[in-house]
């Protein structure tokens, strides 16, 4: 029985693929171009030096934070994918710490909201303040998650693994394919969601926002929304970070041993905090 309803689902999947070839077809080659344009320039050569970092590559070790730590800080300025992977590496280096600060990986990259964001809200003081309360957010949350969690090990038994360049830059490059194929995977089920969606107006722009950023975040500010609520309602979306983002992030965070619901409510909180954060410092950071 179940394997002829997967069979069904898996047929009717198909059918509303070839109905809606053509904008499916959009939605995977935008996808591919935004990488290429922007996820990829941006994320690639911060990753590759930061894991160099945390490898021991790079800095005398004897005045290095833990791998995990360390991961955890610099992952806040390349954002929740590139943050998880840096976490990764650490406990691939012996640092069984690294479970403890995923907490942290719940920021978009200060390049996204600072120039894009700001360009669709045409306010760079609101797009400030966006920056600022996933910065809030995601270190509170990571903060809140590493005070809760007992440490494993003590500084200074960690094993670090020094690796070959080559075999560093292929590491990070699976992770930038990891990325690519769930950014087309869900640039093609949020389009195929947001046809069939029964919503218009707001409504729909919010929903697309939240579950793909990069897309739904023109949509959202071009839907009329007056400017404090178009700030705080942007501002939960980008600390949440989207189903999309989350979904990259998780591909890292599920070899940690991280509860994925676990993470999943931490965004959820996270994003509420970033959008309730935006709304009340509004009128005194924004307003004219």
Do not use: W
Not at 140 to 159: D, Q
Not at 244 to 272: D, E, H, M
Request: charge should be positive.
């Amino acid at each position: 029985m179940k394997r002829i309803a997967a069979a069904f689902l898996f047929a009717g999947i198909l059918i509303l693929v070839l109905i809606n070839a053509a904008p499916l077809k959009d939605a995977a080659f935008g996808a591919t171009k935004d990488f290429a344009l922007n996820v990829f320039p941006a994320l690639m050569p911060s990753l590759l030096i930061m894991m160099l970092y945390i490898n021991g590559d790079i800095a005398p070790r004897s005045k290095r934070l833990s791998p995990a730590l360390s991961a955890a800080v610099l992952g806040l300025m390349t954002g929740a994918p590139g943050s998880a992977r840096l976490l990764l590496s650490s406990k691939e280096n012996g640092d069984s710490n690294a479970e403890r600060y995923f907490g942290f990986c719940a920021t978009l990259s200060p390049m996204f909201i600072l120039s894009y964001v700001s360009e669709l809200i045409g306010d760079n003081r609101a797009a400030v303040l966006i920056f600022i309360s996933q910065l809030i957010t995601a270190i509170s949350g990571g903060i809140f998650i590493a005070l809760s969690s007992t440490p494993e090990n003590a500084r200074g038994k960690f094993i670090y693994q020094r690796k070959p360049f080559e075999e560093t830059l292929l590491s990070c490059g699976r992770a930038m394919m990891c990325v690519l194929s769930l950014m087309i995977l869900f640039s093609v089920l949020i389009r195929l969601i947001i046809i069939y969606m029964p919503l218009t107006g707001a409504a729909r722009a919010i929903s697309h926002a939240f579950l793909e950023i990069a897309g739904g975040a023109p949509e959202l500010a071009d839907a009329g929304i007056n400017p404090r609520t178009l700030t705080s309602v942007m501002g939960a979306a980008v600390s949440f970070g989207g189903v999309c983002i989350f979904a990259q992030t998780a591909a890292f965070l599920r070899p940690l041993g991280v509860s994925i619901l676990k993470a999943a409510l931490l965004r959820v909180i996270q994003g509420a905090l970033g959008g309730a954060i935006c709304y009340l410092l509004y009128p005194f950071l924004c307003a004219s």
